[in-house]
């Protein structure tokens, strides 16, 4: 297996604060790999490692088969990377900063840059300072996807992006990744990523908690079901495998740990099921399994 | 008139924003204000004291160029110590609010909310130079009574006070013109810092430059500066009032400009108006070293000429024929170590033209540190620019401006210096070379804010202007009067680098402060490059 990212137990203290707590990321060459997790969690930390910005503490890293912290220059002809929070030169102007930016790298398609700054309707003779946040958004965008590299590191890259300039954003990525790059996107925009990502890694207080695919992921959690069943569901609440019942005049909501879903069918069928509607879980529900406080105490065991 | 429609709420919502900060500098004003006017008290006991330690500093050109003494009262020597610091802050606090209440509000889309109710066009203007025209009447009364509280003449203080007053009221106006022409409050803010500046120098320069007769009769540069005309008010001597009329006019005819620009202007928009740039970038933006000249041109530039004029200035004030007392020859011989008046007056004014570029150096290897910490850099340092390159440019960029700076001073001087044009070509490679003669040392000092950048980038700015200006403290220009032993003052670099062109150039001191500079900055730069990048959260 090629890896374009290889990273074992990660550590970065901060002071007291510590920021990665044994990270664990691995992203195949080729695919999109969504980093996914609240704010705090490590995402951009992990990212400002990899990029040699920030030396760990602990663990081992390898990008595009190189040593983050040692061979970064050369690492960097190889990458682009669009930061979380882009800060610009006031004075310079959009079309300024990304040529100078394809410039450092040596490997900007001109044509497509071109191409870029109008599907992003960019002006570029604009001065950075009177760009809005969406706007110095796509000067990072355009700065790092107008470049012909091996991997994309995107930290956030479409906050600030209105739904169809989001959408122009999707479509691109797609481009470059069917192009062969790999792409590491790190997101709080579920749909997103779920649009995107061939995998996806779920990071919580520095750690992985979860990485996989969709499929892989949704094993691990629970499916959705609401019935209507011609005796009462009484005890439904105490069936193993059963969390968070509501009810609704006749209607019964809960939801099924995966591995127990066959056990509770055959216990509805014997109530009378009159009807039943069941969905896999969105990745909004895996993400609020892991995060939400209903659910905090329910992270399948060894999630890890 | 319409453009006055909603001051009266307009008016209370300034009053209700800006009332705990302008309480605020009133205190600071009247506290410092008491503060000086006590430690004069204390000082100068006996007539005979006040007589010698106001002689004093009309006779050392130095100590004037930060305020003269008129005649040898208590009260004049106070205002002496005191006017300048005081006046200062006070153009501080009221062109930063005109500008925070006016052009700030725009930028952050306040003035929106307001100016979409029934407010007329020019009612934030006009609300904001009433109450800074108010709050400077009311600082500089305070400051006054304050004064007087110490113990000195009633008249003379409430003078002083008026003094500072009328500093701050003609600044007001200033702010509120710059808040107009500008399109951010930031460019707002940086116009009223350069006119403080240039203020500052031409009163520095005018009362350097002045004669002593009965009293100290400044050269013309002090007439241009509003900072002048307070002192020329004379609070303790013959109390004049036209001066202030000068700082009161001034707001006046300032107040009316930015009256009618607000009216003709676009809402959020300057005057100067906001260019459209390159679409493209030019060939020679491809790294940082062209980076940080792409950025920083235009100041760069500004420097440039405000260095070669600064030069023209002294030196056709050296050419006028230098009519020196007793005392301020003695001050320039110290300082040169030389009695021969012409080459001891240039020997001062390029120790000075060092300090200078001192500041210039230090603002520039400080500004790759403060791009780090604003992020800028990081996707640069994603990219292929090492920690190692970046500071490494910074200290190119320092060391290039700070001898270009120099070097127009020197031009300066060489060039209005007088004499036949032989004289005159002659005197520019003297004259030049002196003044780059000082760049070692400038680098020195330079090199501890690399240090530091390197090491330290959070608190840079905290190390490096401190160290600064303790060099500048203990360095010739200043350093001679202190009465501290001559070893402390020997570590300033300022103090090791040659008295040139009184004293001839030699190569020891150059080499060594150079290797000083390189290795702080040498240092700073691998320091810079083992640790994390200290980026915002």
């Known amino acids: 297996m090629d890896w374009a990212i290889e990273a074992t137990g990660l550590g970065k203290r901060f002071g007291a604060v510590s920021a990665l707590n044994g990270l664990d990321l691995r992203v195949r060459a080729g695919e999109v790999h969504g980093l996914l997790g609240p704010n705090g969690a490590g995402k951009t930390t992990t990212i400002r490692v990899l990029l040699g910005l920030l030396r760990a503490d602990a663990g081992r890293s390898r990008l595009l088969g190189g040593d983050p912290w040692r061979d970064a220059v050369a690492l960097h002809r190889r990458l682009a990377y669009v930061p979380g929070d882009v800060h610009l030169w006031p004075t310079l102007t959009g079309g300024e900063v990304i040529d100078l930016m394809g410039r450092l790298r040596g490997r900007t398609v ?12 960019l002006d570029p003779s604009k001065h950075c300072r009177t760009y809005s946040k969406g706007n110095r958004q796509k000067v990072a965008l355009v700065a ?79 499916t959705r079901v609401e019935v209507r069943t011609e005796r009462p569901l009484e005890d439904v609440a105490t069936w193993p495998g059963v969390h968070g019942v509501s009810r609704d005049r006749d209607a019964v909501r809960f939801g099924v740990d995966a591995e127990r879903l066959g056990g509770v069918l055959r216990q509805l069928t014997d109530h009378g099921v009159r009807s039943l509607t069941s969905a896999p879980p969105t990745l909004e529900e895996m993400f609020f399994s892991h995060y939400g406080e209903v659910a905090a105490d329910a992270v399948p065991a060894g999630a890890r | 008139m319409s453009g006055l429609a909603g001051l009266g709420p307009t008016l209370r919502l300034v009053v209700r924003r800006e009332r705990v900060a302008l309480a605020a500098w009133s205190a600071v004003l009247a506290g410092m204000a008491a503060m000086f006017t006590r430690m004069s008290v204390q000082a100068l006991t006996t007539p005979e004291e006040a007589q010698r330690q106001s002689e004093f500093i009309s006779g050392s050109p130095a100590l004037r160029m930060f ?49 979409s109710a029934a407010v007329g066009r020019q009612a934030r203007l006009a609300a904001s130079l009433i109450v800074v025209a108010v709050f400077a009447g009311l ?61 500052f120098l031409a009163a520095g320069a005018g009362n350097m430059a002045g004669d002593v007769r009965a009293v100290l009769v400044a050269a013309w540069p002090v007439w241009l500066s509003p900072l002048g005309w307070a002192q020329q008010v004379r609070a303790f001597e013959d109390q004049r009032a036209w001066p202030l009329a000068l700082g009161i006019a001034a707001f006046v005819a300032l107040a009316a400009l930015a009256w009618v620009v607000a009216a003709r202007r676009d809402f959020g928009l300057g005057v100067l108006p906001e260019r459209r740039g390159a679409r493209v970038a030019p060939r020679w933006l491809a790294g940082p070293f062209s980076l940080v000249w792409r950025v920083e041109h235009t100041e760069a530039v500004a420097w440039l000429l405000a260095m070669l004029g600064c030069g023209l200035a002294f030196g056709s004030l050296a050419a006028g024929g230098l009519e020196m007392e007793a005392g301020a020859a003695d001050w320039y011989a110290q300082v040169s170590g030389t009695t021969d008046v012409v080459p001891a007056f240039r020997t001062a004014m390029v120790q000075m033209a060092a300090l200078a570029a001192a500041v210039h150096a230090v603002v520039t290897v400080l500004r790759g540190r403060s791009d780090e910490v604003t992020g800028r850099t990081e996707a640069l340092h994603a990219a292929t620019v090492t920690r190692l390159r970046w500071a490494a440019v910074h200290g190119a960029h320092a060391a290039i401006g700070a001898a270009a700076v120099l070097a127009a001073f020197g031009l300066g001087l060489a060039l209005a210096g007088g004499g036949a044009a032989a004289d005159r070509s002659a005197a520019v490679g003297t004259l030049v070379g002196a ?87 040498v240092a700073g730069a691998l320091a810079a490059s083992r640790r994390d990048l200290r980026l915002p959260a």
């Open chain 1, 110 to 121: 001109t044509a497509r840059r071109d191409e870029l700054v109008e599907r992003f309707a």
């Open chain 1, 144 to 222: 790092a996807l107008a470049a012909d590299v091996e991997l994309y590191l995107l930290d956030e890259p479409s906050s600030g992006l209105d739904p169809l300039m989001a959408g122009v954003f999707v479509d691109v990525v797609r481009e470059r990744r069917d192009a062969g790059s790999a792409v590491l996107l790190s997101s709080h925009v579920l749909a997103e990523v779920e649009a995107l990502a061939d995998r996806l890694t779920i990071v919580r207080s520095g750690r992985a908690v979860q990485t996989g695919t969709f499929d892989e992921l949704r094993h691990l959690t629970r």
């Open chain 2, 67 to 115: 305020g003269p003494t008129f005649g040898t009262s208590v009260g004049g020597y106070a205002v002496a110590r005191a006017l300048l610091t005081l006046a200062v802050l006070a153009a501080l606090a009221c062109a930063f609010t005109v500008v925070r209440t006016t052009r700030r509000d725009e930028d952050d889309g306040r003035a929106e909310l307001v100016g």
């Open chain 2, 139 to 199: 600082a500089g009364a305070l400051a006054g009574l304050a004064m007087a509280a110490q113990g000195v003449p009633l008249a003379g203080a409430l003078f002083t006070g008026a003094a500072i007053g009328s500093v701050g009221l003609t600044f007001g106006g200033i702010g509120a013109l710059a808040a107009q022409l500008a399109s951010t409050a930031r460019g707002a803010n940086g116009m009223a810092g350069v006119a403080l500046g240039g203020a």
């Open chain 2, 435 to 521: 003044a780059l003669a000082q760049l070692p040392a400038v680098l020195a000092v330079a090199g501890v804010g690399a240090l530091a950048a390197g090491l330290l980038p959070r608190w840079a700015p905290v190390v490096a202007w401190p160290v600064l200006g303790l060099c500048v403290l203990l360095g010739p220009t200043f350093g001679a009067g202190l009465g501290v032993p001559d070893w402390v003052r020997d570590l300033s670099p300022f103090s090791q680098a040659p008295a040139a062109p009184a004293a001839p150039v030699v190569a020891g001191p150059l080499v060594g402060l150079a290797a000083v500079a390189l290795v702080l900055a």
